[in-house]
């Protein structure tokens, strides 16, 4: 059985940093492409972090320079470093390891950035 398990989320001031984690079990994470996703209330979920088999790191415009995605194959586990957060970063975050057949999710953390 598959399970990825984030944890790391909670509440923060604007400014700060936090590092989430995803725990995979059942699954190696090296041999899957990893992304970070975020959903906000009201809004659609959005990739904020991706890491291909490769390594390659891959991040949009709005995380671009704050956020940093990393993965330890040795603890089969992936994370996102966020710092200079922002309000705008609350939400919902989750990760996902997909390939051809395959999707997998966690089941969330919540980040909270107040103002």
């Known amino acids: 059985q598959v399970q990825l398990v984030e944890s790391g989320g909670g509440l923060v001031q604007a400014g700060g940093s936090l590092r989430l984690s995803c725990a995979a079990s059942?699954?190696?994470?090296?041999?899957?492409?990893i992304g970070w996703f975020r959903q906000a209330p009201g809004k659609q979920r959005e990739l904020v972090a991706m890491i291909v088999t490769s390594g390659t790191t891959n991040y949009p415009d709005s995380v671009k320079g704050r956020f940093t995605i990393s993965k330890d194959n040795a603890k089969n586990a992936v994370y996102l470093q966020m710092n200079s957060l922002k309000p705008e970063d609350t939400a919902v975050y989750y990760c996902?390891?997909?390939?051809?057949?395959?999707?997998?999710w966690g089941q969330g953390t919540q980040v909270t950035v107040s103002s």
């Open positions: 059942g699954i190696t994470v090296s041999a899957y492409p």
């Open positions: 996902r390891a997909w390939r051809m057949g395959s999707n997998y």
